[in-house]
Every structure is written in structure tokens, then in C-alpha cells.
């Protein structure tokens, strides 16, 4: 089975300027997430969709952030403007519904803000 | 708010000697609890997770964990370890009553030698 598959892999912007990311999760999974992790921290959850709807978008900063999903498949998140500090790994993940499934990871994306 | 404490950032071993990374998260009624591993450049892969039952938990690649609730303990252990074991763990904790979120811990560096 395919894995969960994201784009781009690498980003280099300036401040101040757009970035979007796109991530497509393993058919069939309702849940959806993306984290943010920073070097040498562990993943952060951003936010996390249950088919259509966000269950949880607590840690996201949506004076810059924003993310969809639409038809309850592919998700993109966007950060605008970009700022120094969103440098990190943007990682997505999707899961069966329920609380003990297993969430499975894409490889990343890897933003740097200059 | 529940969190998780990995207290070694790196542990370097040299090939075949056993292994022991620690993680111990914040005391609640009811976890679950997981053990991820990152290669280089990828993303976060499933070793093992603990929903109920047996406290021994069997994962994948030889990896092993034990749940203490006295203690709020995941150690992840392996008794030899490969060169191909070096890589960055991630202990992670769902908290069903609070939070159906995951949180990470900052991960353990293991680095193995021959």
C-alpha cells in the first residue's frame, strides 16, 4: 500500500513571502495531521482533521498559518506571511479513526526561512 | 498537560551491546503510549505502542518496551544493537481523557558504533 505522500520535499523562501504544502494521505484514512518540528524537538501537532472537519487546531497560529482539506483526502497547509522562526520539518500523517490507531508519517517537508 | 520527558538527548553504544532509552511522561488515569524512529530525512516510523494488556510490548527490528504505571515509564530497550539502529526515537503519549492528542518527547539520538 502506498504510504503518505507530501510536496514539496525542500523550500527555501524569504520572510515575508507565501509557501504552501501538499500532503495526500493513505486511502481510506479518516484522520489527518500535521506537525511541525523544529530541530532537535519533537514533532508538534499544528492540526488535526477528521474527514472534512478540524478536531483539533489549538496550536496553530492562524494569524499566519492555514490549512484545509477538502473532499476529506488531500490537505495543504500555507503559512503567510513566513517568518524565521517557521524553520523546521513540516510533517503530515493520517491514522484509522480511534484514539490507539497507528498515525502513519511522510518523509517531510523541509522549510527554510531566510 | 501532559507531557513526556526523554532525559537522554544521545546515547552512543557500540554494536551488539544492549540498549535502554528512557521516557517517562506525566502521571493520568488512562494512556497510550508509542515508540517512533526516524532515519535521516525521513519520517517518523511506528516501532511499537501500548494500549492495554501485557506491560511487555514486542515491536519491530528487535525493540522492546516495558509500562510502569507506578513509575510513568516507557523504556524501550533492545539487548544487541546494529550499526542500522542509529537514528533518532521518539517516545509519544495520547492522553484519552484530556486530549486525544499525541505529544512527543525531544527524542534520543541513538548512536551506534563499531
Known amino acids: 500500500e502506498a504510504g503518505v505522500a507530501q510536496s514539496p520535499r525542500y523550500k527555501i523562501i524569504e520572510k515575508r513571502q507565501s509557501v504552501a504544502f501538499w500532503c495526500n494521505p493513505i486511502?481510506?484514512?479518516?484522520?489527518l495531521y500535521w506537525y511541525q518540528q523544529i530541530l532537535g524537538q519533537g514533532p508538534k501537532l499544528l492540526i488535526q482533521f477528521q474527514n472534512n472537519g478540524v478536531v483539533d487546531d489549538s496550536q496553530l497560529p492562524k494569524d499566519r498559518f492555514s490549512a484545509e482539506r477538502l473532499k476529506g483526502v488531500d490537505s495543504t497547509l500555507k503559512i503567510q506571511p513566513a517568518k524565521l522562526e517557521d524553520s523546521a520539518v513540516y510533517l503530515c500523517?493520517?491514522?484509522?479513526?480511534?484514539?490507539?490507531?497507528?498515525?502513519?508519517f511522510g518523509p517531510g517537508t523541509r522549510l527554510l526561512v531566510l | 498537560a501532559q507531557s513526556v520527558t526523554q532525559l537522554d538527548s544521545q546515547v552512543p553504544v557500540f554494536e551488539e551491546a544492549p540498549v535502554e532509552l528512557r521516557c517517562n511522561y506525566s502521571s493520568s488515569v488512562s494512556v497510550y503510549l508509542f515508540w517512533y524512529v526516524q532515519y535521516p530525512n525521513q519520517g517518523l516510523q511506528l516501532l511499537l505502542k501500548y494500549l492495554s494488556g501485557s506491560t511487555l510490548v514486542k515491536g519491530i527490528n528487535g525493540f522492546e518496551a516495558e509500562f510502569n504505571k507506578s513509575q510513568t515509564s516507557f523504556h524501550l530497550r533492545k539487548p544487541s544493537v546494529h550499526i542500522s539502529d542509529t537514528a533518532e526515537y521518539f517516545c509519544?503519549?495520547?492522553?484519552?481523557?484530556?486530549?486525544?492528542?499525541?505529544?512527543f518527547g525531544t527524542g534520543t539520538r541513538l548512536q551506534v558504533f563499531p
Open positions: 509519544a503519549v495520547r492522553d484519552l481523557y484530556n486530549t486525544d492528542k499525541l505529544i
Open positions: 486511502s481510506g484514512h479518516a484522520t
Open positions: 500523517a493520517s491514522s484509522l479513526q480511534g484514539a490507539g490507531e497507528t498515525q502513519y
